[in-house]
């Protein structure tokens, strides 16, 4: 059965997804959602994902999964070759923290819908991204460099490519796209870089989409 990803295409929720359908080697068809342009508010689009938000992964069965930490763990327990977590139950534990920080404290409020309501606010689009997009990574940042110092080796944990990794490429890589100076993260940025190398993740790379644009 033809699997079809609703996805958009720097948009990091999706990238991460896109990651991960790579490590396990998963072919899908790719349909791009315009965020930018509302698609995902739109009544066909929410007819997919009432939330109207991406990723939305249909399995071609009338069977639709959306969330991307829950697209990447249904992605582990159903294609356990090759692994996206740990063995241990501890290191589970904290390759799903480090995911966490990045999914739950980070993202959720510099998605597009944050600052569009920002905007509504009045905020100019400098202020949106120095003083709150700016801000938000930079806390979730702080948190998550000693975790990866501590733990990382080729990857964000160890030697092997898990779930931390989906999510800490593309929010590195959004980290970059808002002009964040990174320097002050090495070892969550020396992680992110070395695994940006694996073809996986270079596959899954915003500029690779069918719906990217030039910049």
């Not at 799903?96 to 998605?111: F, S, Y």
């Not at 970059?176 to 993260?185: G, Y």
Request: aromatic share 8%.
């Amino acid at each position: 059965m033809a699997y079809t990803l609703h996805s958009a295409w720097r948009a990091t929720a999706p990238y991460r997804v896109r990651i991960g359908l790579a490590l396990k080697g998963v072919p899908y068809g790719y349909h791009a959602i315009d965020l930018l342009a509302g698609q995902q508010r739109e009544p066909e689009y929410r007819a997919v994902n009432p939330q109207g938000l991406t990723p939305a992964l249909d399995l071609g069965d009338g069977t639709i999964l959306t969330q991307s930490l829950a697209i990447l763990e249904w992605l582990e327990e159903t294609r356990p070759n090759p692994p996206i977590l740990p063995r241990s139950a501890l290191d589970r534990a904290m390759v799903r923290r480090m995911a966490g920080i990045i999914c739950c404290d980070i993202h959720p409020l510099n998605n597009t819908r944050v600052g569009r309501k920002l905007t509504e606010l009045g905020v100019p689009p400098e202020v949106q991204i120095k003083d709150w997009i700016h801000a938000w990574i930079r806390d979730g940042f702080d948190a998550l460099e000693p975790l990866v110092a501590k733990h990382c080796g080729q990857f964000a944990f160890g030697d092997s490519a898990t779930i931390a990794d989906c999510c800490l490429v593309p929010q590195v890589y959004s980290a970059r796209r808002f002009k964040l100076d990174v320097a002050l993260w090495p070892a969550l940025v020396g992680a992110a870089d070395r695994a940006a190398e694996h073809p996986a993740f270079q596959a899954a790379h915003p500029n690779k989409q069918p719906d990217a644009k030039p910049l």
